[in-house]
């Protein structure tokens, strides 16, 4: 008995089967690897994020390096001239701000319990006592003359206010718990801590043979001279570009932010602003997520310190300005549009780079392996459909 062959219905049916079959694997495939890839970071952490930290150094410290070379000293003594000026700057801004930097640490610590309390006090009042305005969203009296007006069935019949409350009054410790948890992963551990200090080293001599690699660096891809290779040498020197771009920018516009949140905290009486603005040096080398982070950590401080709101409207006033400033002058002047990301596209990035990579690091490092996987989209994908 011979079987028909399919009908042409039957087999375009067939082939969207296998089609979608194939992307589903492959979609499969992109993200077992991607997750492969932040377990990988995960396990070798202790020796990444030292060969890392020395790569962000050597490209901020580059330019000044050739700039002493170009007159006429030799390099390796135009290093070791930089590292002193660079070791003394350090000193001195770090022997200015850590000892008020760990006092308001050790104060916010030993506070947090009472601010969490009060916290939950105002929380409490605010729900039971509501504004004139919000009392017009609330459910009207009972009218069976129970004597249960509407601010206290609000109270009553609001277990989601009162599960929202416990649950923002819990997460201001646990906001500190995690922060202090992404440090403790950066700085704890024998191995990492021998590694910290091979970061001069590892600068030293990135910065040494920095002509070298670059003329170099092809000659060890496992590839054959071929089309394979170019299109290799090719997409890692694209990343290199975005990767050199985004951390030399970000580390001088993160700096930048932290030194006006400093000012602006400061100046409206927030305690505690030395240690918000030595977090947001760290924390808004993430683009938005680490500026909203800093933004929320004020507006609590401020609200459980003052307990009004013209406080913490003048928070959010100088996390507009710090916004405004960054990205109507300190972004474009220090970076330009070297990344060349949309804003819209960055958020996603960071928040997929947290999720799958793992932490601050994975949130850094989304932003210039999203604008590199930009540039091979627009070389292997999009030009291709351009030309069709």
């Given at each position: 008995m011979s079987l028909k062959p399919p009908t042409e219905k039957q087999s375009s049916l067939i082939w969207f089967a296998l089609t979608g079959l194939a992307v589903a694997t492959v979609i499969g495939l992109i993200v077992a690897g991607v997750w492969g890839l932040g377990r990988v970071i995960d396990l070798l952490s202790p020796v990444l994020w030292p060969l890392a930290v020395a790569g962000v150094v050597a490209c901020l410290l580059s330019p000044v390096v050739d700039f002493f070379e170009k007159r006429n000293i030799p390099r390796a003594r135009a290093i070791l001239l930089v590292f002193v000026i660079a070791f003394a700057v350090v000193l001195g801004v770090l022997a200015s701000i850590i000892p008020q930097v760990v006092v308001e640490t050790k104060e916010l610590a030993s506070k947090v319990p009472e601010y969490s309390h009060r916290l939950q006090?105002?929380?409490?009042?605010?729900?039971?006592?509501?504004?004139?305005?919000?009392?017009?969203?609330?459910?009207?009296?009972?009218?069976?003359?129970?004597?249960?007006?509407?601010?206290?069935?609000?109270?009553?019949?609001?277990?989601?206010?009162?599960?929202?409350?416990?649950?923002?009054?819990?997460?201001?410790?646990k906001m500190g718990t995690w922060l202090l948890g992404q440090v403790l992963v950066v700085l704890t551990g024998f191995g990492l801590l021998a590694g910290l200090a091979l970061i001069p080293v590892y600068t030293f001599y990135f910065l040494l043979e920095k002509r070298q690699i670059q003329a170099h660096w092809q000659e060890y891809l496992p590839l054959q001279g071929s089309r394979a290779k170019e299109e290799a040498v090719f997409v890692i020197e694209s990343i290199n570009q975005y990767l050199v771009a985004f951390f030399r920018g970000q580390v001088l516009v993160a700096l930048c932010d932290a030194v006006l949140y400093t000012i602006g905290f400061l100046s409206i009486g927030v305690n505690y602003a030395f240690l918000l603005g030595f977090a947001a040096v760290f924390l808004t080398m993430i683009p938005f997520i680490g500026a909203i982070v800093i933004c929320i950590s004020a507006l609590t401080l401020s609200f459980v310190q003052y307990q009004d709101g013209v406080h913490p409207a003048m928070v959010v006033l100088v996390f507009a300005v710090v916004q405004v400033l960054e990205g109507l002058v300190i972004s474009p002047k220090i970076m330009g549009d070297r990344v060349g990301l949309h804003p819209l596209a960055i958020i996603i990035a960071v928040m997929t780079g947290t999720t799958l990579l793992g932490g601050i690091l994975g949130g850094i490092l989304a932003i210039p392996l999203a604008a590199a996987l930009r540039v091979i989209l627009f070389r292997y994908v999009w030009k291709q459909k351009e030309k069709a």
């Open positions: 006090a105002r929380v409490n009042d605010f729900i039971a006592h509501p504004p004139e305005f919000v009392q017009h969203f609330l459910p009207a009296p009972a009218p069976d003359g129970t004597g249960v007006n509407a601010n206290d069935s609000a109270t009553a019949d609001s277990p989601d206010l009162a599960a929202a409350t416990q649950w923002l009054t819990g997460s201001l410790p």
